[in-house]
């Protein structure tokens, strides 16, 4: 046979081969998009009274920064972080050398002014003797009442400049005001301090506030409570979960610089309390007629608006739902508008969601093994 004619024959079989291939390439349908289970929540409306919620510590109503009066080598320091104090215990020591060597200079100064005092007495009435006598004039006489009026004040100055050294001589013992306990050392031993510099902080016993910092948003409303006793409630941390009526004593009339809140102050009426402790601090806010709870989870963006999912329980679908959001409430938004009591919310995974997509309900485990 002619290789010619087994041309034929080869090219039905590829032909033959290029049909059986041709369905293998179609392109294969997509799987169906899968019966997604959601959890929902019946829409009800009610009166709600919002609670604010405020971290704060509980501090003393006065507490001092101790600091000499004057400047120097600080030599030893009497107490430490945490001690209590009484007043007058003593709290620090500056090296009173120089002090000293000052205030014997004043002293020496003083006593020369005194001399100079006395002699221009003892001259005054001798040249007054001899005014009498006619040996000098009215001018000589004048000169030397004017010369004892200038040592008298030299004399004035040099006791009061005596005065101040001793009193600095004495500032070099810090000394507490009040009694209370040390919350903050803020010198050591060795350091050259100036004037005013802190050496430790003090905590005077007495009544202790719950200090809080608030948002500008609850200023207004913070403030018309300002002296109401118990218009406030704080809740301590670590403890059995007491709670204590407090009044608002303080609020701050301007921002702070870096964190755009308010300094509020509450007043517990109590010195028990321990310093430093993490309080909450507690406001009731005004009751708002017939507002929709709904979870964080529910709510989401959409083109720029909050939006719910609802659910058709008929078809089993879902659809997008446009809402006004007026407020949060801890874990929870109240709704304003766009909703009505009775419809079905779904509750979380509403991201995955899309219009008309069917749906199924959730069933929790332990139910669907019931069944």
């Not at 101790?66 to 001690?83: A, M, P, T």
């Not at 959409?302 to 407020?327: F, N, Y």
């Amino acid at each position: 046979m002619s290789l010619s004619a087994g041309r034929p024959v080869v090219l039905s079989s590829l032909l033959l081969a290029l049909v059986l291939a041709l369905p293998g390439c179609a392109k294969k349908e997509a799987a169906p998009e899968p019966l997604r289970a959601v959890r929902t929540i019946k829409v009800e409306g009610g009166s709600v009274a919002a609670l604010q919620e405020f971290s704060g510590e509980v501090k003393a109503r006065t507490e001092t920064r101790l600091s000499f009066r004057v400047g120097g080598k600080l030599l030893r320091r009497e107490v430490d972080l945490g001690d209590a104090v009484r007043p007058g215990q003593a709290i620090a020591q500056l090296d009173p050398a120089d002090l000293k060597l000052g205030q014997e200079a004043a002293a020496a100064g003083l006593r020369a002014a005194q001399v100079q005092a006395e002699q221009s007495a003892a001259d005054l009435k001798r040249y007054r003797e001899l005014h009498e006598q006619g040996f000098i004039g009215a001018a000589e006489l004048e000169r030397r009442e004017t010369a004892l009026k200038a040592a008298q004040a030299a004399l004035d100055q040099a006791r009061a400049q005596a005065g101040v050294q001793g009193n600095q001589a004495q500032y070099t013992r810090l000394v507490a005001e009040g009694a209370g306990v040390v919350t903050a050392v803020e010198a050591e031993p060795g350091a050259v301090v100036a004037a005013g510099t802190p050496i430790v902080r003090v905590a005077l016993d007495g009544p202790r506030d719950v200090v809080f910092n608030v948002p500008e948003d609850r200023v207004t409303e913070l403030r018309a409570l300002m002296g109401r006793a118990g218009a406030l409630q704080v809740r301590l941390w670590g403890g059995d979960g007491e709670t204590l009526p407090a009044t608002l004593r303080e609020l701050a009339a301007a921002a702070d610089a870096s964190t755009r809140t308010f300094v509020a102050k509450a007043d517990v009426g109590t010195s028990s309390l321990r310093l430093g402790r993490t309080a909450t601090v507690v406001m009731e806010r005004p009751r708002r007629d017939e507002q929709i709870r709904l979870p964080l989870a529910a709510v989401a963006e959409q083109g720029g608006r909050s939006v719910v999912w609802l659910l058709d329980a008929q078809a089993m679908t879902v659809r997008p739902q446009p809402v006004r959001i007026s407020g949060a409430d801890g874990n929870q938004v109240l709704v304003a508008e766009g909703l009505q009591p009775g419809q079905e919310v779904v509750g979380a995974g509403v991201h995955v969601l899309t219009p008309g997509q069917k749906v199924r309900r959730y069933i929790e485990p332990a139910r669907a093994a019931s069944r």
